[in-house]
């Protein structure tokens, strides 16, 4: 047996035979609970995904990992369960915070500049971040040193991509240069969609807009040092059904004049999300010197929410976090051994609400150290944080919050192929502004606590290349876990609070008291040559213990299929995924349905044209009507859209 490593090998080293980097327009999605590839199987693991239009697109195939939501303006993501609220979502390391309003989504992130998504599922490590009670997802965007070819100093890329449900057409450019020690990049993306069709031919209301833009630069102070700043700017605007996210207004309904009809049911209105971001970062790792390896950064975030044709809520944080990491041996034992911290604040307003005109003020101040230690073929990863937290909510409402979190992990190499692993994590956070724009009228309840409990997790993962043939791998991971929360903060009709001081009806900012949530992921791949096959399985059920009701959005039973083949002589590549989803009973009250859907793409990268590459993909190839079980209000969302073909073109010179 050989000793665990500690040192992580660079991304490219998890990536499989079959995946061609240098000519495919993709983004790397990478996370704990995909398999490893069998250079390291302590690692995450890592797939490609192409012709994304939205998140869903992205990181749907990650088990555990949800996106709800039929356009991309109301997309909300969810790790098992917990909704984005309770996770720590980053965008080049700028915190996203803030839930704005409960028809629309609260994060815009464009998948057409993303290089890298690195996802936690499940919090097991003090270094998440603050307030992650579920997991994270940090979004990478690209770099002009990502782009440039090996004695390359100036490049571009052009793309331009149709989709047929919507008639959706996309144009994005991009230029990127190096002169000396210093990179720039500057992005833009725009795209402009018609009203969709859903499964059953439906018509929904999504004609809009998208546009993004991005401004990147980094200076290499030295071959150990470096600089890095940007500035990105998203805007995603649609006219929708009065309320966004749900689909009243679609279909034979009253218009305005005739009987019956009602703006806030049939009405149309227009939805918009617009978020701008600035970081600053900074790394140093001297290459003779295993006990520095600084990375900081600072950030200012702002987004706006405009619902229901006017403007809604804005959110603001600025916050930095800064880390370092040593690497040393010590008698028989190899340590990885990182301390960090990370402060943000966030202010977050109801727009044009008279009855909420406070700005709640959020602060938020943490520690942590964590070690990892092999000792021949066991690793051991202890850890603790302390988090202080502040919540000036309201006038009558101005708290203060803290605790001191564990976390111990423990990885095992039984053999060179195997390892099995455990984790324990206690979790923390304090009490957010929750539901912005309705603060007026939905208050908080003066006996809010903080957020607490803890996450357990055991599993294993196996990896193996030369399975049955010297060009073929096989590997697999699984894993169970428990997560137990002492409390949590929701807003939730009086009756479902506990510990309360809350009038007895209508809805409140509150404590739901105990909740659990468990559950198992797995995912296994095998690779022959330039072909592979990979199938996954998800499954959660969450409880709040008071009333025996799900705490939040239990979806059925996930299983994902997926199969790609390149074929190297005609520079082609295929893929095919099915995801199907069981039907689940949730509290006895609300039947989710099960479904399938299906997606194909063909890409092709001629020899001949260098820099060229052409796709072809068709989503929901067989029109099937269908809404994901992720999202809050299942029986009022509209559906997700039907079949959509899609191209596109892309040029890098």
Not at 531 to 536: G, M, Q
Not at 592 to 614: D, F, H, I, R, T
Not at 629 to 639: A, E, F, P
Request: glycine share 10%; with cysteine; net charge neutral.
């Amino acid at each position: 047996m050989k000793k665990l490593k500690i040192s992580l090998l660079p991304l490219t080293a998890f990536v499989a035979a079959t995946v061609h980097a240098e000519t495919l327009d993709t983004i790397d999605v990478v996370s704990d609970n995909f398999s490893p590839q069998a250079e390291n199987i302590a690692a995450k693991g890592v797939t490609k995904v192409r012709q994304a239009t939205k998140m869903s697109d992205v990181i749907r195939g990650v088990p555990g990992v949800n996106v709800n939501g039929a356009r991309s303006t109301v997309e909300r993501y969810n790790i098992r369960g917990v909704s984005e609220e309770y996770l720590n979502v980053t965008v080049d390391g700028a915190r996203q915070n803030g839930y704005s309003f409960h028809h629309n989504g609260n994060y815009g992130i464009d998948p057409e500049i993303l290089k890298r998504v690195d996802i936690d599922v499940g919090s097991n490590s003090v270094s998440t971040g603050a307030g992650s009670l579920g997991g994270s997802m940090k979004f990478e965007t690209v770099d002009a040193a990502d782009m440039l070819e090996e004695g390359e100093n100036f490049g571009g890329k052009v793309k331009y991509g149709y989709g047929s449900n919507g008639n959706s057409n996309q144009g994005t450019a991009m230029l990127y240069g190096r002169r000396g020690n210093l990179d720039l990049l500057g992005y833009f993306n725009y795209r402009h969609q018609r009203d969709g069709e859903d499964g059953n031919g439906l018509k929904n209301k999504n004609k809009g807009h998208l546009s993004n833009y991005l401004f990147k630069t980094k200076y290499n102070i030295s071959n150990e040092q470096w600089i890095k700043a940007s500035a990105e700017r998203y805007t995603n605007t649609a006219l929708s059904c009065y309320r966004a996210n749900m689909g009243m207004c679609l279909g034979d309904v009253p218009q305005p004049g005739e009987p019956g009809y009602v703006e806030t049911n049939h009405g149309k209105a227009y939805t918009e999300l617009t978020r701008k971001t600035y970081t600053l970062s900074y790394g140093f790792n001297p290459e003779h010197n295993n006990w520095v390896n600084i990375k900081a950064n600072a950030y200012n975030t702002e987004t706006e929410v405009a619902s229901m044709g006017s403007p809604k809520s804005k959110v603001r944080t600025v916050g930095g976090t800064l880390s370092n990491t040593s690497e040393f041996e010590l008698g028989v034992t190899s340590h990885q051994f990182l301390v960090g911290g990370e402060y943000y604040n966030s202010k977050a307003q109801a727009l044009g609400s008279v009855n909420n005109a406070y700005v709640a003020d959020m602060d938020s101040t943490s520690v942590y150290v964590e070690d990892k230690i092999a000792l021949g073929n066991l690793m051991i990863i202890p850890g603790v944080r302390f988090d202080h937290y502040k919540a000036d909510l309201a006038s009558d409402f101005d708290k203060s919050y803290h605790r001191f979190s564990k976390a111990l992990g423990l990885k095992y190499s039984l053999t060179d192929n195997l390892i099995v692993f455990a984790n324990y994590t206690e979790l923390f956070k304090g009490p957010d502004a929750g539901e912005i724009y309705l603060r007026g009228t939905r208050a908080y309840d003066g006996n809010l606590e903080a957020a607490r409990g803890d996450n357990k997790e055991v599993g294993f993962s196996y990896a193996k290349d030369g399975l049955f043939s010297d060009i073929d791998g096989f590997s697999f991971t699984a894993k169970y876990f428990k997560t137990d929360y002492d409390n949590i903060n929701q807003t939730v009709s009086a009756s479902r609070c506990v510990n309360t001081s809350a009038i007895s009806s209508g809805s409140i900012y509150c404590n739901l008291g105990k909740v659990d949530i468990k559950g198992v992921e797995a995912q296994a791949k095998y690779r022959y040559e330039d072909t592979s096959f990979s199938v996954s399985y998800a499954r959660a059920r969450s409880e709040q213990k008071s009333t025996g009701l799900a705490a939040f959005a239990d979806t059925g039973d996930r299983y994902n299929f997926t199969l790609s083949q390149y074929i190297s002589s005609a520079q082609v590549e295929l893929g095919w995924n099915t995801m199907y989803v069981r039907a689940i009973d949730v509290d006895d009250s609300t039947l989710k349905e099960s479904y399938a859907v299906s997606n194909m793409y063909v890409s092709w990268s001629p020899a001949q044209a260098k820099g060229l590459e052409l796709t072809f993909g068709i989503d929901n190839i067989f029109d099937k009507a269908y809404k994901d079980h992720s999202t809050q209000y299942y029986g009022s969302v509209d559906l997700d859209p039907g079949r959509n073909y899609k191209l596109s073109v892309s040029y890098k010179f």
